[in-house]
């Protein structure tokens, strides 16, 4: 079965609610305090229904400004509908990428990712 016609099955499924696509996104864990869990706990319930935050030892390297960067990172998920969802959901974590003073924020979007900038 090819991915149209597997999503058409599932979309046909009595017991199958679609909610939309999958974001994800990963914050340095050292920079999320009371204040910046609370806000992105409240935007994602409000605004989503529900999310997934993973907090383990996921590691994230990066190569920035010649040196060779490695943070513990926390995970979060979150699936939304259409365009101005995205936007708001863009729009939020480019205030948190300027609130833990970040320069970007990775995001992954079904299969396409992003750097989110203040």
């Known amino acids: 079965m090819n991915k149209v016609s597997f999503k058409k099955w599932m979309l046909s499924r009595p017991n199958i609610k679609h909610i939309g696509k ?16 609370s806000k992105i706990h409240n935007f994602l319930v409000s605004n989503y229904s529900a999310y997934t935050h993973e907090s383990s030892d996921i590691q994230g390297y990066w190569s920035g ?7 513990a990172h926390e ?5 939304f509908n259409g365009n ?3 936007k708001k959901f863009v729009d939020f974590l480019s205030e948190v990428c300027e609130m833990i003073s ?3 924020i ?3 979007v079904a299969d396409e990712s992003y750097l989110v900038m203040p």
């Open 65 to 71: 400004r010649g040196d060779l960067v490695r943070d």
């Open 22 to 37: 999958v974001a994800v996104f990963c914050l340095p864990a050292d920079k999320l305090n009371k204040k910046v869990r």
């Open 84 to 86: 101005e969802n995205f």
């Open 75 to 79: 995970r979060y998920e979150v699936s």
């Open 106 to 108: 990775y995001l992954t």
């Open 102 to 104: 970040e320069d970007s």
